[in-house]
C-alpha cells in the first residue's frame, strides 16, 4: 500500500468516526461544452452526474 492509499484510507475511516457529524453525502451535475462549431456557433453539451462524501460550506 503507498502513501497515498494510507491517507486516503485514514481520511475515510476518519470521516466514518471521528469527523462523522461534519460529513455530508452530495450528488452534482456536471456539464461540458465540446466540439464547438464556428459555422452555426453551436456545442455540443454533455452532462455527467457524480456523488461523494465530504465536510461542506464549513
Known amino acids: 500500500m503507498g502513501l497515498r492509499d494510507e491517507i486516503q484510507a485514514d ?3 476518519a470521516f466514518n468516526a471521528d469527523l462523522a ?4 453525502s ?3 451535475e456536471r456539464i ?3 466540439n464547438w462549431d464556428p459555422k452555426t456557433e453551436t456545442y455540443v453539451e454533455v452532462k455527467e452526474n457524480y456523488s461523494g462524501r465530504g465536510v461542506l460550506f464549513g
Do not use: G
Open 26 to 28: 452530495f450528488t452534482c
Open 11 to 13: 481520511i475515510a475511516e
Open 32 to 34: 461540458s461544452k465540446t
Open 21 to 24: 457529524d461534519a460529513v455530508h
